[in-house]
C-alpha cells in the first residue's frame, strides 16, 4: 500500500484505473494499491483469524469505557483507532496461541478455567454443542476447535469459533459441515487473556 497527497492531481480519489491500480482511503489517509481480486480460500489459518476477528469486533461494541481507553495509548503509537488497535494487538496474541484481552495489556493472572463438558448432536449438516461449565469458570467465553480427523491438536488455526459464554449450557451450532464425522475440543477464554484447561475430544457424525 502507497500512502498519496493530491491522488491523480485531485483533492481525492477513489475507485480502480485500468484494472490494475486502485485509489482509496483509510483512516483518513489516501492511498494507493495494485488491484487484486480476492478469492476467498478457506484455510485452516484464515478461518482461525477470521473468526477470532469477528469475535473481537463484536465483543469492542460492549466494553466498558475504561477498557475502551485502555487502547488509547497504543493507538496513538502508530495513529491508529483504539479499535484498530485492539483488534492487532490481540490478533498478534492469537497468532502466538495466546488468548484475546479486553484490557492493554494482557494480564494473565485470572484463575484458569475448568474444562467444560460438551455434548455434541449431529445434525443435517451441522453439529450442535451444549457446552456446560466446569468447576472454575470463564468470565468471557468459549474457545472452540474443530478437525474432520481425530485426536488433532488445538491450534490457532483450527479455530472454528469464539463463542461469548451464557448461562450453562451455552450452546453453539457448526453448520455448514460435510456428512461425516467432527471433531471437537473446546476450552475457556478469561477477559485477561488467561486460556483454560482444553477439554477432551468430544464428537458427533452431520448426516
Known amino acids: 500500500m502507497v ?12 475507485g480502480t484505473i485500468g484494472n490494475a491500480v486502485t485509489f482509496s482511503k483509510w483512516k483518513g489517509r489516501p492511498y494507493a494499491r495494485q488491484r487484486v481480486i480476492p478469492s476467498n480460500p478457506q484455510t485452516g489459518p484464515q478461518v482461525g483469524i477470521r473468526a477470532m476477528m469477528k469475535f473481537l469486533a463484536q465483543e469492542w461494541k460492549g466494553l466498558g469505557a475504561p477498557a475502551k481507553a485502555s487502547w488509547v495509548i497504543r493507538a496513538a503509537q502508530t ?9 492487532a494487538y490481540n490478533i498478534n496474541r492469537w497468532r502466538s496461541f495466546k488468548g484475546p484481552t479486553q484490557d492493554d495489556p494482557a494480564a494473565e493472572v485470572a484463575v484458569t478455567p475448568a474444562a467444560p463438558t460438551t455434548t455434541p448432536t449431529g445434525g443435517i449438516r451441522q453439529v450442535q454443542l451444549s457446552i456446560a461449565d466446569g468447576a472454575q469458570l470463564p468470565d468471557w467465553g ?5 478437525s474432520t480427523v481425530t485426536g488433532f491438536t488445538p491450534a490457532y488455526s483450527n479455530l472454528v469459533a469464539i463463542v ?4 450453562s449450557p451455552t450452546i453453539y451450532i457448526h ?7 467432527h471433531y471437537y475440543r473446546i476450552g475457556g477464554i478469561m477477559i485477561d487473556g488467561k486460556k483454560g484447561t482444553l477439554e477432551a475430544q468430544t464428537t458427533a457424525n452431520s448426516t
Do not use: E, Q, R
Open 175 to 181: 453448520a455448514g459441515l460435510a456428512v461425516g464425522a
Open 164 to 167: 461469548k459464554k451464557t448461562a
Open 3 to 14: 500512502k498519496v497527497a493530491g491522488p491523480l492531481f485531485s483533492m481525492d480519489a477513489s
Open 142 to 146: 468459549w474457545l472452540v476447535y474443530h
Open 79 to 87: 495513529a491508529i483507532s483504539p479499535f484498530n488497535a485492539y483488534c
